[in-house]
C-alpha cells in the first residue's frame, strides 16, 4: 500500500519543520485528504498505527492522526454545472462529456500539528 510511502513523507515533513521550531514531541497531525487523491483514509491511519510503533523519536502511542476529508466538486466548463465526480475524469450530469474542472477533492497535505 502506497500510503506507507506518503505517510513516511508526512513524518519527514513534520520532523524537518518541527527541528526548526525545537519541538522534541508531536501529539496530533492534521492532515487534509481530498476524495480523489491517491491516498486512502483508512489506509493512512493503518500507517501512522506502524510508524508509531517503529519508535519515530517525535511519536509516541498517544499521538493523534486527524484526516479532514475534502469533498470532490467539479464544474463543467461548458454548462456551469457544478457536481461531484467520483473520479478525475467525470462526466458532467448534464452534457454527459467529461467538460468538469476540478474545484477541489484532489488536495493531500498537512494541515496542521501540535507538538511541544
Ligand atoms: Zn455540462
Known amino acids: ?6 505517510m513516511g513523507d508526512i513524518l519527514n ?10 519541538f522534541s514531541k508531536v501529539t496530533k497531525i492534521e492532515l487534509i485528504v481530498g476524495d480523489i487523491s491517491n491516498a486512502m ?11 508509531k510503533t517503529q519508535s519515530i523519536p517525535f511519536l509516541d ?31 458532467c450530469p448534464n452534457c454527459k462529456i467529461p467538460s468538469g474542472q476540478l474545484i477541489s477533492g484532489e488536495t493531500f497535505k498537512v494541515y496542521s500539528y501540535e507538538g511541544s
Do not use: G, W
Open 13 to 22: 515533513i513534520i520532523q524537518d519543520d518541527i527541528q526548526k521550531r525545537s
Open 61 to 91: 502511542k498517544d499521538s493523534k492522526l486527524v484526516i479532514i476529508r475534502e469533498e470532490a466538486k467539479a464544474k463543467c466548463y461548458i454548462c456551469d454545472t457544478e457536481y461531484f465526480p467520483d473520479q478525475k475524469l467525470a462526466l
Open 1 to 6: 500500500m502506497h500510503e506507507m510511502a506518503l
Open 41 to 51: 483514509p483508512d489506509a493512512l491511519e493503518m500507517a501512522f498505527d506502524v510508524y
